[in-house]
């Protein structure tokens, strides 16, 4: 345990910090794959709509700075393919 008063703040801040930073994560896991999971089920209206929300999860997660910008972009690359290909098909 640190024992100067600043490090003392710093580990409360980087607790603080870390469960909010989960809680981000948690739901930007979860959103995606309600996307991959509406695409394997051939649910194309319901992948749209899940798109969406997880298009908003991930730019809310690069803005609070949890991943980085460019790793937010591919990841909404990737998932639009995804659901994109599923509409091709039909």
Not at 46 to 68: C, F, G, M, N, P
Request: hydrophobic residues 35%; positive net charge; proline residues 1%.
């Amino acid at each position: 345990m640190p024992i100067i008063k600043s490090a003392i703040k710093k580990v409360r801040q980087a607790e603080k910090h870390q469960k909010r930073n989960y809680e981000v994560r948690r739901k930007l896991k979860a959103s995606i794959r309600s996307v991959i999971d509406a695409v394997k089920e051939k649910k194309t209206e319901e992948a749209q709509k899940s798109l969406q929300t997880a298009y908003k999860v991930i730019d809310t997660a690069a803005k609070k700075r949890i991943i980085h910008k460019k790793n937010a972009d591919r990841k909404k690359s990737r998932i639009a393919k995804l659901v994109n290909s599923t509409q091709v098909k039909k």
